[in-house]
């Protein structure tokens, strides 16, 4: 019973192109999302969250879009860049706790 | 500030045998959370404290797992007995409450293999 999902494990991009993660939810009444990077023998560290009631939220080379309707949000990431090689987590607040998702693994080859 | 600090960084261990997994939050921390990372689901909360209380361990696995904050610079998480299905990276977190929810700081993480 995921309330997050990440359906794709892992994902390769070229360096200087656009990196796209996806990332379904299943409560409609989650209002506010974000996502998390972690590299390697690391904890996770806050990337950028989305209120649910916006559609965009922009921070430099990261953009978070929600789409209420069909409970999906995406991280684009552009231009690709070798150090944004990590696993990116979505989440949600849920109670109060932060609700993940299982995790894209992000490989920018040069 | 040296951050969250979590020991051990690896460990290996045979099933049925106990495992502890310490954690000493940033200094002035008072919410402390337990997460346990796997491939099938991703980062899972298990438990969380608050001014050393624990408030919420509906994300304990079974009754095999227990944690405890004796004091605001001490946590462990121990599993016993474990078995190979604990495999997994245990993370310990913390934040102060006037931050917000999203403002926790993992530690390295504690990476359990049992054989």
């Known amino acids: 019973d995921q309330q997050v999902k990440q359906n794709s494990p892992s994902l390769s991009v070229q360096e200087g192109r656009i990196s796209i993660l996806n990332c379904d939810y299943t409560?409609?009444?989650?209002?506010?999302f974000l996502w998390y990077k972690k590299y390697p023998a690391e904890g996770p560290t806050f990337l950028i969250s989305?209120?649910?009631?916006?559609d965009k939220n922009e921070d430099g080379r990261f953009t978070v879009f929600l789409n209420k309707s069909a409970k999906h949000l995406s991280l684009h990431i552009v231009p690709s860049q070798p150090g944004d090689s990590a696993v990116y987590f979505c989440?949600?607040?849920?109670?109060?706790?932060?609700?993940f998702g299982q995790g894209t693994r992000l490989t920018i080859n040069p | 500030d040296a951050g969250v600090i979590q020991s051990p960084r690896h460990e290996v261990t045979e099933m049925g045998q106990e495992v502890t997994l310490r954690c000493k939050p940033i200094?002035?921390?008072?919410?402390l959370f337990w997460y346990r990372q796997t491939m099938m689901r991703g980062l899972e909360l298990l438990i969380y404290?608050?001014?050393?209380?624990?408030?919420?361990d509906s994300g304990m696995p079974e009754d095999r797992f227990s944690a405890k904050m004796p004091n605001a610079s001490f946590s462990t998480l121990k599993i016993q007995p474990s078995e190979p299905r604990d495999s997994a990276v245990y993370f310990c977190?913390?934040?102060?409450?006037?931050?917000?929810?999203?403002?926790?700081?993992f530690g390295p993480g504690t990476r359990l293999l049992v054989l």
């Open positions: 977190a913390s934040r102060q409450t006037i931050q917000r929810q999203e403002t926790q700081y």
């Open positions: 409560n409609s009444m989650f209002d506010y």
């Open positions: 989305i209120s649910s009631i916006k």
């Open positions: 989440a949600t607040l849920s109670a109060q706790k932060l609700v």
């Open positions: 200094s002035g921390h008072d919410y």
């Open positions: 404290f608050n001014n050393n209380v624990p408030i919420d």
